[in-house]
């Protein structure tokens, strides 16, 4: 019934992508949903699940086919975020792994680590992460402790990271260090840290109000030993990488979030449908049926502008700016849409059993994660300010002189 007053999107309209919608479907019911209560208990997936989801070449599906992808462009793993997020499986972080790690290597790695852990990512055979967050920093990239000292052939590791998604299963994480510290040198860089190094540990999963099957952890590390080759990209260049590639990760966050706002309506109007109150389907309501409708036309809305910049990113053209918008606003209205959703579930709504309740808990985060919604409003306006934030730095690099 949403079809109705919903724009067919253009975006995925392929024989292609249909085919892929319908293998996607089938995983999520056939393999993924029936595992879910286990994985909440066990606070993460099994790795039996990654290597399947390689099989089905759903995992870097816009890598080149040369390094294990499917070579497909970005708009396919698109579709496998928004049909993954509808149903809200939240446990498996195939995102963070294909739509994260996976460009990092690619854009900026050297041929010999492309080779390396590009086709096992593909395969499912090694899992991977990404570590930024630490402590005491949050969304601050330029606080980050964790530091590197050159030790000639190889870098040595010490500091912590927090809230890293895939940190239980990883096999390898991209970790951001500061290089030469204290000197006039001192700036970030990314590393290629393999987790069976030794001096690396990992905490246990984090209990959390969502996301339960999500393996959420701290990294620690002692003294770890990298080798030289596995410094991605240019010593001291770490910050400029993250910040170029940050939007990729903030739409796909906006994807997931008008991925499982979708979910959310299609559920609770089927539930309005069934259930009656006052020998009335909920749906005869007029309340029940404003709500819908203004739920529905903010997904429409956001539907449309996350297709636009689908289609940038596919091109590599999407801006900071744009994404940070989609971001924010995408997740803004998903949590809005889940709580009036779970408002119609009325006392059921609460439930764990209903998935809408599941919704509800996880989809708070993704207003943190990836930088704060706040954190993107303050992208949005320095790129509209731009010129004045570029003459406050420039005076400030006069006052330091």
Not at 152 to 158: L, M, Q, R, T
Not at 195 to 216: I, L, N, R
Not at 282 to 311: M, P, V
Request: charged content about 25%; proline content about 3%.
């Amino acid at each position: 019934m949403l079809d109705n007053v919903l724009i067919k999107r253009e975006i995925y309209n392929t024989e292609d992508h249909d085919m892929m919608r319908g293998m996607i479907k089938d995983f999520i019911k056939n393999e993924l949903t029936p595992q879910m209560d286990q994985w909440e208990e066990d606070q993460m997936v099994s790795r039996e699940i990654w290597k399947r989801a390689g099989d089905l070449g759903l995992l870097c599906i816009d890598m080149p086919q040369e390094y294990g992808g499917s070579g497909l462009d970005f708009s396919f793993s698109a579709l496998f975020m928004e049909e993954l997020a509808k149903e809200n499986i939240s446990g498996p972080g195939f995102s963070l792994h294909s739509d994260i790690v996976a460009p990092y290597i690619l854009k900026y790695g050297t041929e010999e680590q492309k080779k390396r852990y590009l086709p096992l990512m593909a395969s499912g055979d090694i899992i991977t992460a990404i570590g930024m967050t630490e402590p005491d920093t949050g969304s601050d990239l330029q606080a980050i402790r964790t530091y590197a000292v050159d030790k000639g052939d190889h870098y040595e590791v010490s500091g912590q990271k927090t809230f890293i998604t895939n940190g239980y299963l990883c096999d390898m994480v991209i970790v951001a260090v500061k290089t030469n510290k204290n000197t006039p040198e001192e700036g970030l860089s990314l590393l290629l840290v393999d987790t069976a190094s030794e001096g690396f540990q990992k905490g246990k999963p984090f209990k959390k109000v969502g996301m339960k099957a999500q393996d959420t952890s701290e990294l620690f590390f002692q003294n770890v030993k990298v080798p030289k080759e596995n410094l991605l990209g240019e010593e001291g260049k770490g910050f400029k990488m993250l910040v170029t590639e940050l939007a990729r990760e903030r739409l796909t966050v906006a994807i997931c979030g008008i991925g499982n706002a979708e979910g959310a309506i299609r559920k609770t109007i089927d539930y309005t449908m069934t259930r009656n109150a006052f020998k009335t389907p909920i749906a005869g309501f007029q309340n029940t049926q404003f709500k819908l409708a203004e739920c529905a036309t903010q997904l429409q809305l956001h539907q449309a502008f996350i297709d636009r910049c689908i289609s940038l990113q596919s091109k590599h053209e999407l801006s900071a700016e744009s994404a940070s918008m989609a971001k924010y606003s995408a997740t803004d209205m998903n949590c809005k849409v889940v709580d009036e959703s779970l408002q119609l579930f009325g006392g059921y709504g609460y439930m764990w059993e209903y998935p809408i309740a599941r919704m509800y808990a996880d989809s708070r985060v993704a207003r943190i994660y990836a930088g704060t919604n706040e954190i993107m409003k303050l992208m949005i306006a320095r790129g509209i300010y731009k010129e004045l934030y570029d003459f406050m730095k420039s005076m400030k690099k006069q006052k330091v002189g």
